[in-house]
């Protein structure tokens, strides 16, 4: 008796890989993502998953892809971002299919935070910069980071927003912030520059 006891008590390794969320296979630490256009929720995908939902028709989910497009100084961002009343200075907006329209969000230490858009100060910011117009409803974004004298864009895949949405969350401290929360947050906007 007390040999089968020992077999429950002796430790088994943890097996702590990361692992595709749609059929459990392990990943790498650096993998493809998948949106469930529903819930919003953002899945880690091995890479045969991830091809199942990169065509039209795959579900309720989509592929995420990986374009960056970086506009320096985005026509119309100022004007727009006034427009908006957005009280921090980064926000993304997407096309969510399920409501037929875009809908904008700046990250805060509470999560991904809904403010309201004004539909036609947005249709003008697309017309004014076509390296932007065709944004893939549900997994690409607009991120727009505002600084004292411009306001530079980013067409990034969906998955981008909520890693830096992750960072103001992880980081922030106090009413602004604290140095580590801006230096996070600088660091994550060096690293898209550098993407695209």
């Not at 409501?99 to 805060?108: D, E, I, K, Q, R």
């Not at 230490?109 to 409803?137: F, I, K, M, R, Y």
Request: with cysteine; hydrophobic share 40%; net charge negative.
């Amino acid at each position: 008796m007390t040999s089968g006891l020992r077999r429950f008590a002796q430790r088994r390794p943890v097996d702590r890989r990361e692992r595709c969320e749609m059929c459990a296979r392990p990943i790498e630490s650096e993998h493809s993502h998948v949106v469930n256009v529903e819930s919003r929720a953002i899945l880690c995908a091995c890479r045969p998953c991830y091809l199942l939902f990169t065509h039209d028709g795959a579900g309720k989910h989509r592929a995420i892809p990986s374009r960056h497009v970086h506009v320096p100084d985005l026509v119309g961002g100022r004007a727009w971002w006034e427009s908006a009343g957005i009280p921090v200075r980064m926000a993304f907006v997407f096309t969510n299919s399920e409501l037929g329209a875009p809908v904008a969000f700046y990250p805060s230490p509470a999560g991904a935070t809904e403010c309201l858009l004004a539909l036609e100060s947005w249709t003008q910011l697309l017309a004014d910069n076509p390296a932007v117009t065709d944004l893939a409803p549900d997994v690409e974004a607009l991120l727009l980071n505002l600084s004292d004298d411009q306001c530079e864009g980013f067409l990034v895949p969906i998955d981008a927003c909520y890693r830096l949405v992750g960072l103001v969350r992880l980081h922030w401290k106090g009413f602004d912030g604290g140095t580590e929360a801006w230096q996070a947050i600088d660091r994550f906007f060096t690293e898209l520059r550098a993407h695209g």
